[in-house]
């Protein structure tokens, strides 16, 4: 069997999933992306709203990272065009925000959100176990001992 892995075989066989970072800071999302890809996922940045959804309707992405505050179209107004879109019902959200989830538009759980992290709160350590929770079941987690190395 070749080890190559292709990019038309299912998840299940080691294709890298998807994630679409929305976030209209630059040095954020170049972080944000980086570091995913360097965990193996496969990244997309959108810096406004329209790039948001057109990226993520083409991509269908196994996760979305959705700041609120981005130009052109908001974070809320995305989320609510996505769930109310065949393609994008059962896409997973994780918001990273600035606000407070108190100061956040009102009804993002309710439209089926993974989570909700302040950004400022935020390590990047812990973004990396937030995605890692959401998209690899606990029976799939990785055992990684960092203290081997």
């Known amino acids: ?5 292709q990019a038309d075989q299912p998840a299940q066989f080691g294709t890298a999933q998807k994630v679409v970072v929305v976030e209209d800071n630059y040095s954020l999302n170049d972080i944000y992306k980086t570091r995913l890809e360097i965990l193996g996922y496969t990244c997309f940045s959108a810096y406004d709203g329209r790039e948001a959804l057109a ?12 700041d609120l505050m981005v130009p052109k179209i908001a974070g809320d107004q995305i ?32 439209q089926g959100i993974e989570g909700y992290a302040v950004k400022a709160n935020l390590s990047n350590d812990q973004l990396d176990q937030l995605v890692d929770s959401i998209l690899k079941p606990a029976d799939q987690e990785e055992s990684v001992d960092l203290d081997a190395a």
């Open 55 to 66: 990226i993520i309707e083409r991509e269908l992405p196994d996760l979305v990272l959705l």
């Open 79 to 110: 989320l609510e065009t996505m769930r109310a879109s065949d393609w994008g019902k059962n896409i997973k959200v994780l918001v990273i925000s600035n606000l407070n989830e108190a100061d956040a538009p009102a009804g993002l759980r309710e």
């Open 1 to 5: 069997m070749d080890p190559v892995v």
